[in-house]
């Protein structure tokens, strides 16, 4: 045998030594993806407080500039006086002006009061009130998916790229990027 012929046998044993090696490698390593079979989003329903504001109008009494109604008292007794004195005569005259004067005073003390009553103002004003506000929010994904033969389930914080979830050393290579932003 020629020097040649044992050199090529050697290196063709070596690379089939190899190829054998690489082969028996991808088997004992496993499979490099498992299958995604179904792809569901998890929701969560969000409570948020929220304030909210609106103007309303608000009617208020007007300063009262004279509290006992000492105007409508003095100008009803007046008024009552002086139509008191046109009835009768002599004594029930009298009588009359004093019963006129404490009637008209009574009269003009209460037209006073119901006309305060009455003298309103009206304002706007800022009305404001906490309501609860409910949204649906993804919180993440389920993923079932088939790896070696057999079915599970996996939550994940995004949806997988493919149909394909990535496997090292027989375990799933999950995507740990943050969850989706929150939407309104």
């Known amino acids: 045998m020629n020097k040649s012929m044992l050199i090529g046998i050697a290196i063709g044993g070596a690379s089939a030594l190899s190829l054998g090696a690489v082969a028996s490698y991808q088997a004992f ?6 299958e995604v079979l179904h792809v569901a989003a998890v929701h969560e329903k969000v409570k948020t407080p929220e304030e909210v ?4 109008q608000v009617s208020h009494k007007a300063p009262v500039k004279d509290e006992n109604r000492i105007a409508g008292t003095v100008i009803g007794g007046v008024l009552g006086g002086v139509l008191g004195h046109q009835v009768g005569g002599g004594t029930g005259k009298k009588v009359a ?3 006129g004067a404490a009637g008209g005073a009574y009269a003009g003390n ?7 009553d009455r003298d309103t103002t009206t304002t706007s004003e800022e009305r404001c009130k906490t309501v609860t506000k409910v949204h649906d929010e993804v919180v993440g994904y389920d993923v079932r998916y088939r790896l070696d033969g057999k079915e599970d389930t996996v939550r994940m914080a995004q949806p997988p790229a493919d149909n394909r979830i990535p496997v090292e050393h027989g375990k799933l290579v999950l995507n740990d990027s943050p969850a989706p932003a929150k939407q309104p």
């Not at 209460?110 to 305060?116: A, D, H, L, P, S």
């Open 110 to 116: 209460q037209i006073q009061k119901g006309m305060q």
């Open 53 to 56: 504001c609106k103007q309303v």
């Open 29 to 34: 390593k496993g499979p490099e993806y498992a």
């Open 97 to 99: 002006t004093v019963a």
